[in-house]
């Protein structure tokens, strides 16, 4: 049993005059299974003086030896949340492994705190007839059979119904009858034994029988308890604000509450009465679960019952239907917050939410990173872990320094850590703060979302983190990632933890299939547009299409600096000007004459690197979505493994996004601009030779041979 979890404050839940013996064995059993001295439940029996025996408890201890399948602590755990006890009742307490978040306990009763309501007992205006008349006009229509017993026999000091008694005379003929019998009930329903009292049914029956097939309305349920104190009966049914049609007293230990319950067949009724008594028992009222069959027989008011008067303390009370009642018990707990005015606060506005990612997300809010594939969206979500542990920029944008949590659902323990020091060692920056990042290796062991929450809620409750990061929720979705309903309810998982840590949460989601560069942003994401439109920010990559040329650029760019690299590094840093470092052809030349051999053929391999790691890099286009703070303009980036890094030259700020053209219709289209690239540069030479060679005038044939064959010499 989690240590956590003190089982003494527990017990303060769980009457032990309601229990039975079993169930108060076994208490004793959890106790002494879960470390617990004797004295505990030695004071806690205590608090049913008509059965406790002192010494009776260690007595009984010890014989508890142990068995294969122990009584756990789990027993008074279940005991206590059937009694209104919930995870919320604790302070400052961990929520359990298995916990579910926002639980709706209906727990309305506080019961540390209800007083008990007294019965006032009709003494002055005692009209036996009146009150069954009551009831029958409350319960029934006219024409509606009543089944009622009066005989009864004794059995173990208890009057038990003699017989099926009454079954076939309708409401309205009884109610006729009663009005004329001068008081005498008996000369109606026939002569009872007052020391037993009568017995109503409740529900209307057929005239062929007592049995629940013979009932032709489920119109009512019985509430009784004959263990809880009576005033406090009384209290409880009322806070509860239960439809009750009739309440009378049994004229013993019990209230009799007819409780609306308006089933259309027996099988709702069976599973209203199981809600029913559930709320009931939540609220600390100890049902008596026998009564739970719709033919069954009740007290009748108008009775005597020994010295004591069975009669109807109250009718038409708490809501008036079981639509209603239901529809409010569950929203007693609904843990919502009440409304406010906004002249109220309009001088005394709460403060926003500090920004955790300047101009793009606040700390307590949701933000989803969207894109395809290959766009390094982990190592995207890597980078901000260590910009926010380190309090340092994330693609340009200043963010806020703390301790962050990072859920890896997809890497194994080894490549996810070594990818978190590449991330370092690239942007080669110290790693100072490293105790700020937590890593919680979940492959192989994720689950659903909803169930992830709570245990994630567990850890991170006292932790402080200002983020955490879930990398990627396809490990953890639950059902159909396009029913919006469904996604709706999955995404719901993410605020209750924004809410219960007070940090903020950020995941990130994958394109559908086929090319986005034609779409909106927000409707890139698979599946529902509820992934786009639930987080607080949307942050969408897109690929762009690096032309031919860009690409020729940006090598003899990386070249020429991986040369000027290698020229500083060996003593020639003042060897060459500004315009030759921008130069890939002066620089070689450079290399070439003033480095040996050996030393230019190592800085070939390099400029050879530098070919291959612009070769490999991807260009992207980050457009945001945002509900705090106003859109910004697209963001370009390089994804240069293992980092991205922003475009700060604008040299991608002209590329478009992929388009959905095919691979073969886009190398078609490379080779027809290669060959007009060609054929400009051929007219380019011919008008050239024109100019140089004949004044501007038309060349001839043997001229231009002649041109051609005076470069092939020089050549």
């Known amino acids: 049993m989690d240590n956590e979890l003190d089982l003494t404050m527990l017990l303060d839940y769980i009457n032990p005059a309601e229990l039975d013996y079993q169930e108060w064995v076994n208490v004793g059993m959890a106790l002494k299974h879960e470390g617990y001295s004797v004295s505990v439940w030695s004071d806690w029996s205590a608090k049913d003086p008509k059965r406790y025996h002192p010494g009776e408890c260690e007595k009984k201890w010890s014989s508890f030896n142990g068995t294969a399948q122990p009584v756990t602590g789990g027993t008074i755990v279940q ?146 308890s004959d263990s809880t104190d009576i005033k406090r009966q009384n209290a409880i049914i009322r806070e509860l604000e239960l439809p009750v049609a009739c309440l009378v007293y049994s004229g013993k230990k019990s209230i009799h509450a007819i409780v609306r319950i308006d089933a259309a067949n027996y099988d709702e009724y069976r ?25 069954r027989l009740s007290r009748m008011p108008g009775v005597m019952r020994g010295e004591n008067k ?40 709460p403060e926003l939410s500090p920004p955790l990612i300047d101009g793009i997300l606040r700390q307590g809010h949701k933000m989803l990173i969207a894109g395809p594939s290959k766009a390094g969206k982990s190592y995207a979500l890597i980078e901000l872990c260590c910009s926010i542990a380190e309090g340092k920029k994330w693609l340009g944008f200043s963010c806020t320094r703390g301790k962050v949590m990072y859920v890896n659902l997809e890497l194994d323990r080894a490549s996810c850590l070594h990818r978190f020091k590449d991330v370092y060692t690239a942007l080669q920056w110290p790693p100072d ?50 029913s919006a309903d ?14 219960e840590l007070g940090c903020a949460v950020i995941y990130c989601h994958h394109h559908s299939k086929g090319a986005q560069g034609g779409k909106r942003s927000m409707d890139r994401a698979s599946g529902s547009g509820v992934f786009a439109r639930d987080p607080d920010a949307l942050l969408d990559l897109i690929e762009l299409e690096i032309s031919e040329a860009l690409l020729t650029q940006e090598k003899n760019s990386a070249a020429s600096t991986a040369m000027a690299a290698y ?48 070769e490999s890099r991807t260009a992207w286009r980050i457009e945001g979505t945002l509900r705090e703070f106003p859109r910004f303009p697209p963001i370009n980036i ?46 380019a030479k011919f008008e050239n030779a024109v100019a140089l060679s004949n004044f501007g005038n038309p060349p001839t044939v043997k001229q231009i041979m002649e041109s051609k064959t005076h470069r092939r010499l020089r050549s």
């Open 79 to 224: 005991m206590a949340k059937e009694n209104g006890w919930s995870f919320s009742s604790g302070e400052d307490r961990a929520l359990d492994w298995d916990s579910e978040i926002g639980d709706n306990e209906c727990v309305v009763v506080n019961r540390n705190w209800i007083e008990g309501k007294e019965l006032t007992s009709p003494e002055e205006n005692w009209n036996p007839a009146k009150q069954l008349i009551t009831y029958l006009e409350t319960l029934f229509e006219e024409n509606e059979n009543v089944g009622y017993v009066t005989k009864s026999y004794e059995k173990d000091g208890k009057f038990i119904p003699a017989s099926k008694g009454c079954f076939d005379r309708n409401a309205g003929t009884l109610i006729k009858k009663l009005s004329e019998c001068k008081g005498d009930i008996g000369s109606v329903l026939g002569d009872y034994d007052k020391n037993a009292g009568a017995w109503i049914r409740f529900n209307p029956l057929d005239g062929k029988g007592v049995r629940n097939e013979n009932v032709t309305e489920f119109r009512y349920a019985l509430v009784e």
């Open 271 to 295: 599973k209203r009465v199981d809600f029913l008594y559930s709320i009931c028992q939540k609220n600390g009222l100890e049902i008596d679960k026998q009564n739970r069959n719709p033919s």
């Open 310 to 349: 069975q009669y109807i303390i109250d009718t038409n009370i708490g809501k008036s239907s079981w639509n209603e009642w239901k529809e409010w018990i569950e929203a007693v707990n609904d843990d919502l917050p009440d409304t406010e005015n906004m002249a109220d606060v309009w001088s005394d506005l």
């Open 433 to 482: 703060h490293l105790d700020n990042i937590d890593i919680w290796n979940l492959r192989g062991k994720s689950v659903p979302m909803d169930k992830l929450a709570p245990k994630l809620i567990r850890r991170a409750v006292k932790k402080n983190y200002i983020a955490i990061i879930i990398d990627p929720i396809y490990k953890v979705i639950t059902g159909d990632e396009n």
């Open 486 to 499: 469904q996604m709706a309810h999955f995404c719901n998982q993410f605020d209750k933890v924004c809410t």
């Open 567 to 614: 020229l500083d590094s060996h003593g020639h840093e003042d060897e060459y000007s500004q315009d030759d470092a921008c130069s890939r052809s002066a620089m070689q030349e450079l290399c070439k004459s003033k480095l040996t051999v050996e030393e230019y053929k190592e800085a070939m391999e390099n400029v050879s690197a530098a070919d291959k790691r612009t």
């Open 638 to 683: 390089w994804f240069d493994y293992p980092v991205h890094k922003a475009d700060y030259s604008d040299v991608l700020k002209d590329l478009e996004a992929e388009s959905d053209t095919p691979g073969w219709q886009k190398a078609i289209h490379k080779r027809k601009e290669k060959n007009a690239e060609k054929q400009d540069k051929n007219k």
